[in-house]
């Protein structure tokens, strides 16, 4: 079987941008200090595995030209969510596996344990614990092009919906159920973790997480 391609899909780290939802409860600032977070933790887990091809895949497409040289660079495109991610994991053969970049739990050996059960089953999914995923892996790309049809993202019923449009026939694995840190109860959750990283300043922070991690905050 073909190297695995890894799908880092991600949105450009913008100030009011990302984690929306977050961003409601405990403020635009906090959530974008969250995500920066994130996204160092999985630059620093996966920027240098070579047990698969790890390909950036940033929204909006410009936006990758600003990180780091290393990864491969793929464009999003436009539409809506479904369309994109379809697009990205039908843009190549052989396995491919998609994740976001807001899960703190989410590592290498998650995606070892994708890329093997992809070896006799023809989709993976990292289910969440709110009804939607946090990785999703087919053993062809081109499976992709009806996933995501009529998916209700967001809610309770985004990981039903995409096992819908699966064929009757497909073998499906699931891996372990990881959290999402959508809410001020998560990312409460979250801080009291002794692994968090995520910065208590203010502006001083703010300034800190701009200039030092490896990738290009843009408030």
């Known amino acids: 079987m073909k190297r695995g391609r890894l799908i880092l899909f991600l949105k450009a780290p913008r100030l009011g941008a990302v984690k ?13 200090r969250f995500y920066n977070a994130m996204l160092t933790r999985l630059w620093r887990r996966f920027a240098q595995e070579q047990r698969w091809r790890t390909v950036l895949a940033v929204s909006p497409d ?17 539409g809506e969510l479904g369309r994109r991610m379809a697009r990205a994991m039908m843009a190549g053969n052989g396995p491919v596996v998609l994740v976001g970049g807001d899960i703190p739990d989410l590592s290498a050996r998650h995606i ?19 009804g939607g995923f946090w ?13 995501f049809h009529g998916v ?3 809610s309770p019923q985004t990981l039903t919906d995409t096992l819908a449009n699966l064929p009757a026939t497909a073998r499906v694995v699931q891996l372990e159920t990881l959290s999402d840190v959508d809410t001020r109860d998560d990312y409460r959750a979250y801080l009291r973790r002794p692994s968090s ?11 800190n997480y ?10």
């Open 20 to 32: 929306t939802r977050l961003g409601a409860s405990i403020g635009s600032l906090a959530a974008w």
């Open 62 to 78: 410009q936006g990758a030209a600003r990180w780091p040289p290393g990864l491969a660079r793929q464009a999003q495109g436009r």
């Open 112 to 130: 070892a344990q994708a890329m093997q059960a992809l070896k006799h089953a023809d989709a993976v999914f990292g289910p969440a614990d709110d």
């Open 135 to 147: 990785l999703v892996g087919l053993r062809r790309g081109q499976w992709a092009a009806r996933l």
């Open 152 to 154: 209700r993202w967001s």
């Open 197 to 207: 990283h995520a910065p208590a300043g203010g502006a001083s922070s703010r300034r």
């Open 210 to 219: 701009r200039a030092g991690s490896g990738y290009p905050a843009d408030p």
